[in-house]
């Protein structure tokens, strides 16, 4: 009985050996795969402190006395970087990253006090297509930032654009095929979610201390549900980088406003009564449109990409006469209410024209556009036709 008992003590000690030193091995693969995964996350392409912006700085107390976000390159990039959250929500969805540690998209808010507050869902995929943002009070006053800085949106609503990844594609290009044929998105299940997102923040903070931005197609969305919105009467700061502006529609439209110029300029060498009228109305137009309140849209664009740079065709080049033809003349780009930036950089290959990284660059060169955008026009004349008829009453 001695020795029996002696060795199955000793064979119990045995295999509890076994099972702790097993243990300490799944514990160490455990520590060596989580080990794998920070890193690899902490030097991912997508990392801010990787391709983020470098020269931007967090809120702090000195912004109550001089708000960064009175600077409008300031704003420009936080706001890019909101809209790379943004691309990065669905990323992480798709590569199952969990928890703050993991995760890629919270570092591109929580820099600048934010924190996320809903996320925009396409129920026919799941894929994440946009979020709002807020300002994050708790943690600004961690930093003794007492109150959220003068120009600092209360609420951001940021929209993606396509995404060339398996899980997302289908619904993206659906939508980047709409727009290319109707030039209009209000068909979408995304914008009819957007709209009720924004409208639900405008009417919660006020228009005044909400924002919306997007690029590519996320700003197309941005700017089509801008609109809809200030059409109501609610106007809230908006900024689309590299929004589309090619379609069929476009196109055809083109085709009849150029066969329209041609018969205008046969009619002008007539004797005509209508003249009279068509001036009175430019001036009544004018009136309402310099006299009301507008909604004027952030337009950042990039000429070498062939996506948006149909937004710097001027109203007047495309009537064959230029600015630069006209004396006396001061080109700007409010007729109908929109502030047209343009990348001045030599040109770029497509990939670059139009990455939404180029918007928080060091190096980036803007230019104000100075001339009226036909395109911008054309999109934004519903707006002011509507109060033309309401004032014509």
Not at 115 to 142: H, N, P, Y
Not at 373 to 392: A, D, F, H, P, V
Request: net charge neutral; aromatic share 8%.
């Amino acid at each position: 009985m001695g020795k029996r008992g002696a060795k199955e003590l000793n064979n119990g000690v045995l295999q509890a050996m076994e099972i702790k030193e097993d243990e300490e091995q799944n514990r160490n693969q455990n520590l060596k795969e989580k080990t794998e995964l920070e890193s690899e996350d902490h030097h991912h392409p997508y990392a801010f402190h990787v391709s983020g912006p470098r020269n931007v700085s967090s809120p702090s107390w000195k912004d109550l006395i001089n708000s960064s976000w009175k600077d409008g390159n300031y704003k420009r990039t936080v706001i890019a970087c909101f809209i790379q959250a943004v691309y990065l929500l669905e990323l992480d969805r798709q590569e199952n990253r969990r928890g703050d540690e993991n995760t890629l998209a919270p570092k591109w808010w929580v820099p600048f006090k934010y924190k996320l507050s809903e996320t925009l869902i396409d129920e026919r995929d799941g894929s994440i297509f946009g979020a709002i943002l807020e300002w994050d009070r708790v943690a600004a006053l961690a930093d003794f930032v007492l109150l959220r800085p003068n120009g600092a949106p209360r609420a951001v609503l940021a929209l993606r654009g396509t995404l060339l990844k398996g899980p997302t594609i289908r619904r993206d290009i659906e939508d980047d095929l709409r727009f290319l044929a109707w030039e209009s998105l209000k068909g979408s299940v995304r914008f009819s979610c957007a709209f009720k997102a924004l409208k639900l923040i405008a009417d919660k903070y006020g228009s005044s201390d909400v924002c919306i931005a997007g690029h590519s197609l996320g700003a197309g969305f941005a700017l089509q549900v801008g609109k809809t919105l200030a059409q109501q009467g609610i106007y809230v700061e908006a900024h689309l980088f590299n929004p589309p502006s090619v379609s069929l529609a476009m196109s055809l439209r083109n085709i009849g406003e150029k066969a329209d110029v041609v018969w205008k300029r046969f009619k002008s060498m007539l004797p005509s009564r209508i003249e009279t009228q068509s001036t009175n109305d430019k001036v009544v137009m004018k009136s309402i449109t310099l006299g009301s309140k507008q909604w004027i849209p952030h337009l950042y664009v990039n000429n070498s990409d062939y996506i948006c740079c149909d937004y710097t065709n001027s109203e007047e080049s495309s009537e064959g006469n230029s600015v630069a033809d006209k004396e006396n003349v001061k080109p700007t780009n409010t007729q109908f209410g929109a502030k047209l930036f343009v990348s001045s950089k030599e040109k770029q290959k497509f990939v670059e024209a139009h990455g939404l990284e180029q918007w928080w660059s060091d190096d980036l060169e803007l230019r104000m556009a100075l001339c009226n955008s036909k395109l911008i026009s054309r999109q934004l004349k519903s707006l002011y036709k509507q109060k033309t008829e309401n004032t014509g009453q």
